[in-house]
């Protein structure tokens, strides 16, 4: 067997989801175990995500803020964006930055004028996510790389309001009667 050096960090995570995938559910006196990763300290949640954005072009676009160890756009149960993801950084000031930046300016990944809402990770069971053979297929939506909107363009305008109108819901101004 040919051994290649791999960094420790790679070599942790993955001897983690070995040992994940080895002992989730195992039955234990009388009951399943449920293993999940702990929380990551250097992980950010996102929100707003196109059903065209991948975990690898996820993982390309928050890499401009640092080293990513993992980009994960979660799914339902049919294998369908969520619209959410998490990315985990190597290092807190790599993910301070993100959220900094994509709070600070209008930070979107296809061509959409949808913004990407940045949030420190509430953590929650995140699977494996959606992989890029899995994605939806538009080419034109991926047509423009991620990229943070021009001040004053009609994208940043309309990201901008579109980002407000989040705040606003989060704030509870709409209410379902």
């Known amino acids: 067997m040919v051994k290649y050096p791999i ?3 790679q070599e942790s995570r993955a001897l983690s989801e ?3 995938a080895e002992l ?11 293993v999940r990763f702990a929380t990551h300290s250097a992980a950010l949640s996102v929100r707003n995500l196109s059903p065209f954005v991948s975990n ?4 390309e676009a928050f890499s401009q803020f640092g080293p990513v160890e993992r980009a994960i756009v979660i799914v339902d149960d049919r294998g369908r964006s969520t619209g959410k993801g998490i990315i985990e950084f190597a290092a807190k000031p790599a993910a301070r930055k993100a959220y900094d930046r994509c ?12 913004p990407v809402i940045v949030e420190p990770l509430e953590q929650f069971d995140a ?3 959606l ?3 899995l994605a939806q297929k538009n080419h034109m939506e991926r047509e423009i790389p991620p990229r943070f909107a021009q001040q004053g363009s009609f994208e940043y305008e309309y990201s901008k309001r579109w980002k407000s109108l989040d705040e606003m819901e989060k704030n509870g101004f709409f ?3």
């Open 103 to 114: 709070n600070e300016g209008v930070f979107l990944l296809t061509t959409t004028p949808m």
């Open 127 to 129: 699977e494996d996510g």
């Open 56 to 59: 690898e072009l996820l993982e």
């Open 131 to 133: 992989s890029e053979k």
């Open 175 to 177: 209410q379902i009667q």
């Open 24 to 34: 989730d559910d195992y039955p234990m006196r009388g009951r399943q175990l449920r």
């Open 7 to 9: 960094c420790p960090l």
């Open 18 to 20: 070995i040992a994940k």
